[in-house]
């Protein structure tokens, strides 16, 4: 439940001198923290009605949340610290836990120990997430870490988080939506919070989808995601379709059951995946290891996964008909110098296909897929793994299935 501090009028704001951040270009800064003194009205002079984040920070400032400076200003691009941070979630839990844990470079006298002691106690700060047991009150917090401190909050909140948290991490078939998870650019023990971040819409990516971990976050910004977390503290993870499409991803290597009417009928994914197929032209052995649906039904695309896989403006035909998209990961043994056509056109569509990847998102997210090419791509006997492009319509009654050489197999039908 949420709280309100007893009284707005002792709250104490320390916030970081000069900061500007926008979605491409972050400017370095002066890294002191410079004390002002708080200031509780809910409008400031350089906030305008017209700001993106106006409604926001009114909001965070009537609730005591994030509060102003003495010269009415409210600093919406300033970069929020540590200490900071760690203030604000305070104040949304208004615990009265503390724990006896302390960071060598924060005094009991510091400004923000309180709330670094509640955070720690309510486990939203991790003492092993900082090394020589040294905080560093004054660093801007980083949207990875950022990512973290939410998740964990919302573990504290309710433990069915905390468990969508481990089920990413501890699984080989977790699949984020960011550039970063194959181009590199992210600490992979930050992906299942991150994973959360996405798939309850706490934090999103920039215009080209990058996360950006390590960019940092202003004040007009937390003001969002504050509004966005108290909202997010009072549901589970099953109110999320995203994050119940991560899950079921980690947990299965897809997330039909959750994006689609499809209903397992002899045999799922999960039977599946890793199992090696023979192609009946005996061109080389495939194994599928994710198989990813975007929903592509109606005039727009749904599910999480959509931006990282499907180009509405290179394929509008696909949209509004009845159908949708799957993405293969695919694993190819060939067992002879082989060219990608000849690889789908030699079994059974589910595990080969002839359409690759668009070639932008490709790029984009740092996905393998075969070339624009009919030349020997593959080479025998060498392993490969890359996505290709399926589909499947949406029409009571249909079905999609496939078979791997030891009997297992995959059927899903749409029921009648």
Same mark, same amino acid.
């Given at each position: ?6 009284? #707005?009028?002792? *709250? ?44 926001? #920070? ?18 919406? =691009? @300033? ?32 400004? +923000?120990? $309180? ?5 720690? @106690? ?27 401190? *939410?998740?964990?909050?919302? +573990?504290?909140?309710?433990?069915? /988080? ?10 080989? %078939?977790? %699949? ?22 996405? !798939? ?55 997330? #039909? ?9 002899? !045999?799922? /994914? ?5 199992? &090696?197929?023979? /192609?009946?032209?005996?061109? !080389?052995? @495939? ?7 975007? $929903? ?18 290179? =394929? &509008? ?52 897929? &075969?070339?624009?090419? $009919? $030349? ?35 059927? /899903?039908?749409?029921?009648?």
């Amino acid at each position: 439940m949420l709280h309100r501090k007893s009284s #707005i009028n002792n *709250l104490m704001v320390k916030t970081l001198a000069a900061s500007v951040m926008t979605a491409a270009v972050v400017i370095p800064v002066v890294t002191e923290n410079v004390q002002a003194a708080p200031v509780t009205k809910s409008t400031f002079k350089d906030v305008p009605k017209s700001h993106w984040a106006y409604e926001s #920070i009114k909001q965070v400032a009537e609730k005591g949340l994030v509060t102003g400076y003495e010269d009415g200003t409210y600093k919406p =691009s @300033a970069q929020v610290t540590r200490a900071e941070f760690a203030m604000f979630l305070s104040r949304v839990f208004d615990s009265s836990e503390r724990t006896t844990a302390s960071f060598s470079d924060v005094s009991n006298t510091h400004w +923000a120990n $309180d709330a670094i002691q509640e955070g720690l @106690a309510l486990g939203f700060i991790k003492v092993e997430d900082f090394s020589n047991n040294k905080f560093e009150p004054n660093k801007p917090m980083t949207r990875g870490e950022m990512s973290r401190w *939410l998740a964990n909050a919302l +573990a504290h909140e309710n433990a069915d /988080y905390g468990k969508a948290i481990e089920e990413m991490a501890n699984s080989s %078939l977790t %699949l984020i939506p960011i550039p970063e998870f194959y181009k590199g650019g992210v600490n992979k023990k930050d992906l299942p919070y991150i994973g959360v971040m996405l !798939g309850t819409g706490l934090l999103s990516g920039y215009e080209d989808f990058a996360f950006k971990p390590s960019g940092n976050t202003t004040r007009a910004e937390v003001a969002t995601i504050l509004i966005r977390f108290m909202d997010a503290m009072k549901k589970s993870p099953s109110d999320f379709t995203g994050l119940q499409e991560l899950l079921e991803v980690a947990n299965t290597g897809t997330n #039909i059951l959750t994006l689609t009417s499809y209903k397992p009928k002899f !045999g799922e /994914y999960k039977d599946v995946l890793g199992k &090696p197929h023979t /192609y009946l032209n005996n061109t !080389g052995v @495939a194994t599928i290891e994710r198989a990813i649906f975007v $929903d592509t039904t109606a005039s727009k695309a749904k599910g999480i996964y959509k931006d990282m896989f499907f180009n509405a403006e290179a =394929s &509008p035909l696909s949209l509004n008909r009845n159908q949708f998209k799957i993405y293969y990961e695919y694993s190819f043994v060939p067992s002879k110098d082989v060219s990608f056509f000849s690889v789908g056109n030699g079994s059974h569509m589910h595990f080969a296909s002839l359409m690759r990847i668009n070639k932008e998102k490709a790029k984009q997210f740092g996905i393998t897929t &075969p070339a624009n090419s $009919d $030349d020997k791509l593959f080479k025998a006997g060498k392993k490969y793994y890359y996505w290709g492009e399926n589909g499947a319509l949406n029409y009571s009654g249909d079905d999609i299935s496939g078979k791997t050489d030891d009997g297992s197999r995959f059927h /899903y039908a749409i029921p009648e």
